[in-house]
Structure formats: C-alpha cells, structure tokens
C-alpha cells in the first residue's frame, strides 16, 4: 500500500532503530546514557544535510533546528515547534535491534525468528487488525523496536525534509526538537520555552492515526526509606529491628486489588511500586505515583505516608521516612484554558482523511512539561503499539499519516 512518504520515513525509522539509545534511571549525568549522542549527533548533520537552519546540539543532549518561514509576513502567524524523543525506555532492552519488514501484511499471526513461541496477534492487539494491506515494522523478539520514539523522529525529520525541499507549501517558522531521556521523565527539563522558540508545540508520541492527546496523567515519584536497628544475628535477640522485614510489611500494607497499575484503567490512577533495595540496616522502596486528578494523586501521597505512619506506631525504633517528588502534571490544566493547538492538530487530522481520536494518556510526554512550562504542547500519533517490550510493532502506513498532519498544521498556520 502506496502512500506519500511511506519509503522516506521508512527507511528513516530503520536506520535509527538499529541505534541503542536506552536511557537510565539510575544515571545523574545529561544525557543518561552517553550512547544517545549516537542518534542525536547523526540528527545534527542529517538536519543541516537537508537545509534546516540554527541547527545546535545543546549542552542538556538537545537538538535544536529551526524551518524558515515560506511566507512573506511570518511575525503574525504562531511559530509551532514539533518534538520527539531519541531514547528508549530502560524497560527492555534496545541493544542490537534487528528490525522486520512484513509487507502487505495479510491479517495473520506475526512470529519472530530470535523468540519462538512469542506471537503478535489481532487477537491481542485489536488495532492491528485494521492494518491489513500495510506494511509493518518489528523487531526480531529480543529487543524492543524503539518506535517509541524514533517514529516521532522519522516523521518530524521526514516533515522537514518535504517542507525545505518545496518552498511553495506555505508555513510560518518551525522548531525542532529531538530531546534524550523522555522515558525516565527528564526529557525537557533544561529545555526552556526561550530556548525552543515556539509559541505551541506538538510532540509525535502517541498511538494509532488519527490519536490527538491533551490530557496525561500527573505523576509524582515517591522514595520510602526505612532504617532500623543492624547487630550481629548472633546477637540480635530484643534488638534486631530489620528494616528489610519492615519494608515487606510496608509492602503488604498496600493495595492488592486496587490502586495498582494491573487493576486499574481508563481515568483510574494508581501506585506503582518500582524498586526495592537494602541490607538489615536501611531498605528503600522507589513508587511512581499517577492520576488524572489533583487530589487523586495527593491521595496517593497521603497513604505512603499514613503506612509510614503506621510503621513507625508499630516498632518505635524504626526511622521511616516519605520523600515525594513531583515529576510532571496533567497538561489539560493549561491547555483547557486555550485549546487553538488542539483544534488545528483536529482540523489537520480531518484534512489527512483521518477522524481525530481524543485520548487520555496512561503516562506522560515531554508535552506534558511544555505545557506546564508555557508552551501549549499536545500529542500526536505515530502509529506505535505494544510499546515497552518484544512486541512492539508500527505501520509504515501510520506514520506517513502523521508527517501528512504535521504538514498540514503548518500550511493551516499559515492562513
């Protein structure tokens, strides 16, 4: 299945997926992980190849270009940035990505040569069912693919390269983004509304054609540390206070059945225990903690904190302490006050063929920090699925899709 800039953003997509860029949580350095320059120094050059201008690599692992104006008055249409994230999550690994192409895909059972027995499916993944006729990209089953979020670059830079190449579309000024370090919630934190030079902004990071984002979850991450009393076992009787054993009944003192990543869904926020470490001395429980809702998530907040209160009651000589950070909020709370970015990414999906489709997001984007930052900044599709892990897969298809949407945003701009 034939569609404009199908074979561009193909082979875009292909090249950077065979790149590892995985980010680390666990890193204090900017990037993460060093081998992101690996893809974002390459985006460097690629950008100034195809005639972008300011093109700057920043001292906070960002690419920065901008596409000048084909109009002859640009200072009274918005400038609109489109970004993208060049990492992949920590979650499963993205070393030696071997990507499949499975053309005109028929319908049926995809296998994968590098895990036998792992199958992707229409029966476990719906929407890919509709893609029949096109062609979709894989990995082999030992990595990830990283779609999320090369496919946001591809299509960005495929943009790109269509609105330099033919100045008669007609476009205000656009920014360019490519950040490191989405996927552990750091993406743009030093990237400030100055430095991007966008009155509003996208980012090409979300699911199925025709998906148009304004409402993430807000998120806080939260540390419990428990410290208790250390001595030799052999002499620990009526002083031996565990705090490995303390953090096991911090973890029973949780919900089971509810408020939990794998019982909830739709508009439910959870808690979500990610990391436990320790020796009988000192334990720590790492938390990320999500809802839609302001008081939902202060909810959330409030029972860690009464289960630390309820250890401490129990063994009075146990230090347990609640450290709460916030990470980023709901983007709808800014831009409910001015949806204009939201309509015109509506009316560009529209004019692609496509139905826009309004979804909350089970997560965050970098938009999400824009937004609260000052530069209004929903989320747009790409195509990826069963992001995170083995299966993840993309139609080609979806993501040509998508550059015809961002192209048309800028020429709907432009009037």
Known sequence: MSTPYAAA??????????????????????PSTAKQYDLLRPLVEELKSIGAQDVTLT?????????PATIPDPAHVPVIGFLAHVDTAPAFTGAGVKPRMHRNYDGGDITYPDAPGLVLSPAGSPYLAEKAGEDIMTASGATLLGADDKSGVAVIMTMAEALLSDPSIPHGTIRIAFTPDEEIGKGVRLLTPEDLGADFAYTLDGGEAGELSFETFSADKAVVTITGVSIHPGTAFGKLVNALTWAAKFVNLLPESTRTPETTQERQGFIHLTGMDGNPAQA????????????????HGALLESICASLRAAEPRLTVTCEITPQYRNMRYWLENDMRPVELAAQAIQAAGLEPIYR???????????????????NLFTGQQDLHGPLEWISVQDMARAVEVCIGIARLSAK
């Not at 953003?9 to 900017?30: K, N």
């Not at 001292?59 to 596409?67: E, F, K, N, P, S």
């Not at 909350?360 to 900044?377: A, L, N, W, Y």
């Open 9 to 30: 953003v193909e082979e875009r997509l292909l090249r950077y997926v065979q790149i590892d860029t995985e980010s680390d949580e666990s890193s204090d350095t900017m």
């Open 360 to 378: 909350t997001v089970r997560g965050g984007t970098d938009g999400s920090q824009m937004t609260e930052k000052g530069v209004p900044t929903p």
């Open 284 to 299: 720590r429980l790492g938390f990320i903690l999500r809802d839609f809702d302001r008081d939902g998530l202060a909810a």
């Open 59 to 67: 001292d906070y692992a960002t690419v920065l270009a901008t596409i």
